[in-house]
């Protein structure tokens, strides 16, 4: 499975992003209390914390506190999975300019990982073809400038008609079928997952066949080998597909690019990236998203009242949940960031979560609130690799939250908060299932 | 800076565009995307008073610093 989203360069944000370790083995330092210090140097003496993880022990939309103790200082030393000592960056300032900076460098064979990732190996390989989220420039900016031109601010503006007919659709089957759905299977995969059938051009006859081999590689339940036969599965479909728009040129997006001199492998391998990083991102920001309006019921009421603050209320649940997080860098050369040097070769790992909640940046971080101006959160990313698929992202979620507002008023959780599934081991956070349910009209 | 008088220079810089459109987003008044690349257009590169303010929240928020904005005839590229 490549790792990462929209990079920064898809539809939400660069990664490659740890898996979280199992539920209760949280990873904490011995000096997780926040030390008020000004020293800003780490003494010699001083063990590096490693990274904290495992949000769902806490409040399920809140950092892990021990991750909050640690941004104390917007930058500090980390210990990583191998021994390696590299960096922790959770000041949005220091995490901005790391992720803007050229001389940090995105290759995965370059980067180590903050917590072990089972099944992966310690020294990652070079990124697979068409992953362009693991390459630089200037191989990173042949790639990008191939596709930029599908995902314009106009064009995907022009997919909302789309989004729209998709919720509806999903809605309508929710309501016949419920009350009481699971909302991640109803509404928040599916609407994701056709919107990159349509970029993709999966013609409808295939898109069950598709949505299903998706669904079992997203399956939080499904085992190690079962995900990796159904991604096996969807690769040689896209390999197919290709050689069919090859033949067939359509409408979309791998038709586009068979006019370009990219091989059938990087075309298939674009295609799967297009689909890593744009269908749990969403599909989690979607769900992960509805539960926190359910646990915030002012702000869902402010939102169902004026449907005019989705824009909004999508950039503050962006910087409030942070799905895709980490992002990691490696130093080509030494760079001086918030008066510490970072040396060539090590790794910074920007904690999204935690510059998206830097009370320098956005007062009163904890609190949701959907009238705040959320923008500048660094959910997409930031930099080159910035998601390339952040507009189809947004205008997804601006459709989709307003009109499952509008269409179960009495909408609520059929399980009591603490027992929605969390997702404790995956790349991208949120939830395994939402039960959710509404009294009949 | 008071922008009623001051004349405000606007410059793009499409080699460092990534494309992410958040200026046409942002500031779609100022900016806009071609449609080959989705590359930065500049619409306006002295833009009126009422455009000033969401014009220089684009330059901060563009992730590839590809946008200046100069005045006082002293440009500085914002953001990174």
């Known amino acids: 499975m490549p790792y990462d989203p929209p990079d920064t360069d898809t539809t939400t944000v660069d990664s ?25 140097t780490t003494t010699a003496a001083e063990e590096p914390p490693t990274l904290p993880t495992g949000r769902h022990t806490g409040c399920p939309f809140d950092p892990p506190a021990e991750l909050t103790a640690l941004s104390d200082r917007p930058l500090r030393r980390l210990r990583y999975a191998d021994g390696h000592t590299g960096h922790l960056a959770t000041g949005h300032a220091a995490a901005r300019a790391i992720l803007a900076d050229p001389r940090f460098s995105s290759r995965y064979e370059l980067l180590h990982m903050p917590v072990p990732v089972p099944g992966m190996p310690a020294e990652l390989p070079p990124a697979p073809v068409g992953d362009i989220t693991g390459l630089d420039a200037p191989e990173h900016t042949r790639y990008r400038r191939l596709l930029t031109g599908r995902f314009t601010v106009r064009r995907m503006r022009q997919l909302t008609e789309r989004v729209e007919r998709f919720t509806a659709e999903c809605l309508d089957a929710m309501e016949q079928a419920g009350p009481t759905a699971d909302l991640v299977e109803a509404l928040a995969q599916p609407v994701p997952a056709l919107m990159i059938c349509e ?44 050689l069919a728009k090859r033949a067939e040129p359509t409408d979309d997006l791998l038709s586009d690019l068979t006019a370009s001199d990219l091989t059938d492998e990087e075309l298939a391998g674009i295609g799967g990236l297009l689909l890593a990083a744009g269908l749990d991102t969403t599909a989690n ?157 | ?10 410059e793009v810089d499409r080699d460092r565009c990534a494309g992410a459109g958040m200026c046409a987003l942002t500031a779609p008044e100022v900016f806009d995307q071609d449609d080959e690349e989705g590359l930065v257009v500049l619409l306006r590169p002295d833009p009126p008073p009422e455009h000033r303010p969401t014009a220089r929240m684009a330059a901060g928020l563009c992730p590839a610093g590809a946008i200046t904005v100069g005045e006082n005839g002293d440009a500085e590229r914002a953001g990174p």
């Not at chain 1, 490659?16 to 800003?40: K, Q």
């Not at chain 1, 295939?206 to 939080?220: C, E, H, L, N, T």
């Not at chain 1, 009163?364 to 930099?383: E, M, N, V, Y």
């Open chain 1, 16 to 40: 490659p992003t740890a898996d979280t370790p199992t539920a209760g083995s949280t990873t904490t330092a011995d000096n997780t209390t926040a030390d008020t210090t000004t020293e800003i």
């Open chain 1, 199 to 242: 970029l993709l051009g999966v013609p409808y006859a295939d898109r069950d066949r598709f949505q299903s081999q998706v669904a079992v590689i997203f399956d939080q339940a499904a085992d190690a080998e079962a995900r990796g036969g159904a991604y096996a599965g969807l690769l040689q479909y896209l390999n197919e597909l290709v």
């Open chain 1, 285 to 441: 920001m979607l769900a992960l998203g509805t539960f926190a309006l359910l646990s915030n019921p002012d702000q869902l009421d402010a939102l169902r009242a004026d449907p005019g603050l989705a824009g909004q209320a999508v950039e503050e649940l962006l910087r409030y949940l942070s799905v895709a997080d980490p992002i990691l860098r490696a130093a080509l050369e030494d760079v001086e960031v918030e008066g510490e040097t970072i040396r060539a070769g090590e790794t910074v790992t920007v904690s999204v979560q935690a510059a998206n909640r830097d009370p320098l940046r956005f007062p009163d971080p904890d609190r949701l609130d959907i009238h705040r101006k959320a923008t500048g959160h660094l959910s997409f990313g930031h930099g080159a690799h910035q998601c390339l698929g952040q507009q189809l992202a947004r205008v997804e979620m601006a459709v989709v939250f307003p009109a499952l507002l509008a269409r179960f008023p009495t909408l609520r959780l059929a399980v009591p908060p603490q027992e929605v599934p969390l997702r404790e081991r995956s790349n991208i956070y949120g939830v395994i299932s939402l039960p959710v349910t509404w009294d009949e009209a």
């Open chain 2, 1 to 10: 800076m008071s922008d009623r008088h001051e004349p405000l220079r606007i």
